[in-house]
């Protein structure tokens, strides 16, 4: 059974501090990778996917990196600023027959940028 | 396109009643989750859909819990009956099979009391 761990499960820094998240996971069989963003009572927003051919994926100042051997992701935040304070979730692809795919999340990680 | 909706966005009901959570998935996305969150737990998948058929309902927590799919447009999770640990978030979210990236709807907030 997959297992997604985040760490740290919260963190609060400065603004324009820049930062790392982590996530790992125990079976390295992924389809992909994908970050997520969670605002207080929102729903949640995609922010980065990574296939499992891939090793980094960039958006804006959030750089996304995939080793799967060794079941690990990170996302690098930079320059954070307060409107980056959210919890963000890692969740991981795999195939479940045919061309079904499930994702298996993390519990995230808290952010919070002060200014 | 208007996303993946949920209704209804909260819902406060009583122990023992029924409840019923509706989703549209994206048009033309032919699977459907459906997933509950809570500050223990974090995002559990409780079933999902493909092409309207139930693949894995492994997660569903127990028989009070059942999901319908009756066409590409519409699912249901129903749970009867309600029981206070039933509380959460529960999101629905819907993607193209085989194809990368999953989008979510902006959940139910269910409290039982």
């Known amino acids: 059974k997959q297992e997604v761990t985040q760490i740290p499960a919260a963190l609060s820094v400065p603004e324009g501090e820049n930062l790392v998240l982590n996530c790992s996971f125990t079976?390295?069989?992924?389809?992909?990778l994908q970050w997520f963003r969670q605002d207080p009572g929102k729903g949640l927003t995609s922010l980065l996917l990574i296939q499992s051919s891939q090793r980094e994926q960039t958006s804006g100042r959030l750089n996304a990196s995939l080793d799967k051997s060794s079941g690990r992701s990170t996302l690098y935040i930079a320059a954070s600023q307060p409107g980056d304070s959210a919890t963000y979730l890692c969740?991981?692809?795999?195939?479940?027959?045919?061309?079904?795919?499930?994702?298996?999340f993390g519990k995230g990680t808290l952010l919070t940028v002060n200014p | 396109d208007a996303g993946v909706i949920q209704s209804p966005r909260h819902e406060v009901t009583e122990m023992g009643q029924e409840v019923t959570l509706r989703c549209k998935p994206i048009s033309g996305h032919n699977s459907l989750f459906w997933y509950r969150q809570t500050m223990m737990r974090g995002l559990e998948l409780l079933i999902y859909?493909?092409?309207?058929?139930?693949?894995?309902d492994s997660g569903m927590p127990e028989d009070r819990f059942s999901a319908k799919m009756p066409n590409a447009s519409f699912s249901t999770l129903k749970i009867q009956p309600s029981e206070p640990r039933d509380s959460a978030v529960y999101f629905c979210?819907?993607?193209?099979?085989?194809?990368?990236?999953?989008?979510f709807g902006s959940g139910t907030r269910l409290t039982v009391v």
């Open positions: 859909f493909n092409n309207n058929v139930p693949i894995d």
């Open positions: 979210a819907s993607s193209l099979a085989g194809a990368p990236g999953y989008t």
């Open positions: 079976d390295s069989a992924i389809y992909n």
């Open positions: 969740a991981v692809a795999q195939n479940s027959g045919g061309s079904n795919y499930k994702l298996t």
